[in-house]
């Protein structure tokens, strides 16, 4: 009798059973129906295992490359303590990174996308139904050229099997009709989601705090950025039209070998596939640590070179130009000893798979070969085996590298999960409205403020400022002077207290109104890399040329950008190197009075420059704060003699408030500072004519 359950008549039964020889069918079957069962369980095993993989120890690793280490400069977590060194399996949270990301993938609001991504998938299982015919077809071809068929049956045959194999490729995983059809129609459903998660990330960085911007390192953000992006695109990819097609074919395989041969070929099929699968995800578990730590080396590299250019005026300053490239070079040899382990674990593994494809395949076709020479198989089914099996190993082999490149896709998203996961520190209040702003009136009422616990900023300050008058506030350097300009604005919430505008408290109105109304003038100016007119533009985006151009009358910058020979379109490079440290502050000026706002924060706006520029600025600074609200911090109490009321701070508390003549006969702290300047007068000023002031480079 055959192995496969072949059943003969009751005498050879049981002349083969007196004989010794083969069970009987009704014990054979029992034997096939418990190998099914024993698959369907090893299935759902290691279904579990993916889930549930064991990742890394948890104890914390350090990885010390060489004995610079410890000499390099500390480094401090992207995104908080948890977001580096990370001993965890990537399948960890995959719940809450599905639920972050499946959002940006489905295009909502599409039905034209959503149409594509349908068909997408129907052109998916076509090309499962076309493998599966393909050496089916293929076998027809060879037993009917063995059996001699008639020239009519077998073109046909001939025909539908180049047929489908034009619709099929030159192999699994090649690119056929359908392949590349579903390609070409999956572009623009992939284009939405890239351009739905860069837009995400966009929105969300800039919905962060200040205190998360002035703690991030630029370079390793928008490195984290790129890679994660890049990830989430391809993602869904790896997903939807490799992992689930291989799976289909792996069972498809296990059924049709099971039920079309008999069920050693199921069980050396599955058996193949459960180990292939078992060490793919051990392996590639254990490289996990590798890939991240290689991650951390790149984003620490690429930061120490932005870092570096940002700074090259510090650089050249110091001569240190081969400081930085020697600390640039540490930073990749690094990069590069993590990346050869990555690579090293990688051949590794790729070894491992080889072989194990290897003996199944071997096992395989010596089994169909004994069938053939005993007559229980055709040549074609030969045929059909070895097309079909290699057919079939071809999406296994490729399964080991859509595992790794979705383990990749999680740790390179590992960065931007952090970024969405990172909490805005100032969220508008459930249902709050516009600010209703009538006059301008400001009031601090007891505010209290840390940046950290246990050391307050500001301690009980309460002050108020009338529509139309100007405050300042003076102080020694910590005081809590700019801390007030940025409760203002709500760059941060008090800790307790009070802030109104017109007697609304500013935590109870939508943020994007309050700052609509605001102004802020500061100390640096910092530019886009963009034309003078759009720098100016920038407080307006919708304003005319016109209106750039009065604006920037106004600021008493007109003439001097005419002089440019680019005139409004000279480029001002990046930061703004290219204009003067006078000529930025005015264009600032130009940009807050082309904004309009109600209320203008001057934070210390001419501290850096020179007597003269000082002095013409702060006559533009003049007609920007006519008849608006104004708090100025002041570092030059000559700057605020005018000034409406002056508060002087210490220590993060009001010490002493009223107009310049009360607070200089009273004698008090201010009116020490006072006479100290006056005292300095004559040698500041010589200190500042001799070169605070930067020459411009050329437009």
């Known amino acids: 009798m055959a192995l496969g359950g072949y059943c003969e008549d009751d005498a050879s039964l049981a002349q083969a059973w007196a004989q010794g020889g083969f069970a009987p069918c009704f014990y054979f079957t029992l034997v096939q129906l418990g190998l099914w069962a024993l698959r369907y369980v090893a299935s759902f095993a290691l279904f579990v295992l993916g889930l549930k993989a064991p990742g890394l120890p948890p104890k914390p690793r350090q990885l010390l490359i060489n004995q610079d280490e410890a000499d390099a400069e500390p480094t401090q977590p992207l995104l908080g303590p948890g977001a580096r060194g990370r001993g965890r399996s990537t399948w960890q949270g995959l719940r809450h990174k599905l639920g972050l990301l499946l959002p940006l993938v489905w295009p909502r609001g599409s039905r034209r996308l ?46 539908t099997y180049v047929a489908l194999k034009f619709l099929q490729g030159g192999g699994a995983g090649s690119t056929g009709f359908v392949s590349n059809l579903r390609s070409f129609l999956w ?74 041969f008999n069920a050693w070929f199921g069980l050396i099929v599955f058996l193949c596939m459960s180990l292939y699968l078992t060490l793919t995800i051990l392996l590639t578990e254990w490289r996990t640590r590798f890939r991240r730590d290689m991650n951390t080396r790149d984003n620490e590299a690429k930061s120490r070179a932005v870092d570096s250019l940002l700074n090259f005026e510090t650089v050249k300053y110091y001569n240190a130009e081969s400081y ?122 007891n505010v209290h403020f840390s940046y950290v616990d246990g050391k307050e900023i500001l301690q009980d300050v309460s002050f108020s400022v009338m529509p139309g008058q100007t405050l300042a506030l003076v102080g020694p350097s910590g005081s809590g002077k700019t801390t007030v300009l940025r409760l203002l604005f709500r760059f941060y919430d008090v800790g307790s207290g009070c802030v109104r505008i017109d007697g609304q408290d500013i935590a109870k109105v939508r943020q994007a109104s309050l700052r609509a109304h605001v102004g802020v003038v500061p100390q640096d100016t910092v530019l886009f890399n963009d034309s003078i007119a759009n720098n100016i533009r920038y407080g307006r985006v919708g304003a005319t040329d016109q209106d750039v151009q009065a604006a920037a009358r106004a600021a008493d910058i007109h003439d001097r950008i005419l002089s440019f020979p680019d005139g409004y379109d000279t480029q001002v490079g990046e930061r703004g190197l290219k204009l003067s440290g006078g000529e930025k502050q005015r264009v600032a000026i130009a940009r ?108």
């Open 114 to 159: 959503q149409g594509l991504a349908l068909l997408c998938l129907l052109l998916l299982g076509l090309e499962r139904v076309v493998n599966l015919f393909v050496p089916l077809c293929y076998r027809n071809v060879v037993n009917e050229l063995t059996a001699a068929a008639p020239w009519h049956v077998l073109a046909w045959t001939v025909c």
């Open 187 to 260: 572009v623009r459903v992939q284009q939405f989601t890239t351009r739905r998660v860069q837009l995400r990330l966009f929105a969300h960085l800039h919905g962060l705090a200040l205190r998360w911007h002035l703690g991030r390192r630029t370079g390793e953000v928008l490195r984290s950025v790129d890679r994660g992006t890049a990830s989430a695109n391809s993602l869904l990819s790896y997903v939807v039209f490799s992992i689930a097609p291989t799976v289909a074919d792996i069972v498809i395989g296990i059924v049709y070998f099971t039920s079309a």
């Open 324 to 445: 930085e490239v020697d600390r640039f070079n540490a930073a990749i040899l690094k990069y590069q000893s993590s990346e050869w382990k990555v690579n090293a674990s990688l051949a590794l593994l790729n070894q491992t798979q080889n072989l194990v494809i290897g003996l199944g395949l071997l096992a395989g076709s010596l089994l169909c070969a004994y069938f053939v020479t005993e007559g229980k198989l055709q040549v074609g089914d030969f045929v059909l085996f070895g097309t079909y099996i290699i057919q079939l190993y071809t999406p296994l082999n490729w399964f080991g590298t859509y595992y790794r490149m979705i383990q990749s896709s999680f740790i390179d998203m590992e960065n931007m999960f952090d970024l969405l996961n990172e909490e805005q520190e100032v969220k508008d209040a459930v249902n709050a409205g516009d600010l209703r702003f009538q006059a301008g009136r400001v009031e601090f009422e």
């Open 592 to 699: 807050t009075l082309l904004k309009d706002p109600g209320i203008i924060l001057l934070d210390e706006a001419t501290s850096a420059l020179d007597t003269e520029t000082e002095r013409n600025i702060q006559a533009s600074l003049a007609q920007v704060c006519a008849n608006r609200t104004t708090i100025v911090v002041a570092h030059r109490l000559s700057t605020v003699v005018g000034a409406d009321q002056i508060l002087v701070l210490k220590d993060g508390r009001v010490v002493e408030r009223g107009r310049h003549e009360d607070l200089v006969r009273r004698g008090g702290m201010y009116a020490g500072m006072w006479l100290q300047q006056q005292a300095g007068a004559d040698t500041d000023a010589e200190s500042k004519d001799c070169g605070t002031e930067k020459d411009p480079a050329p437009p």
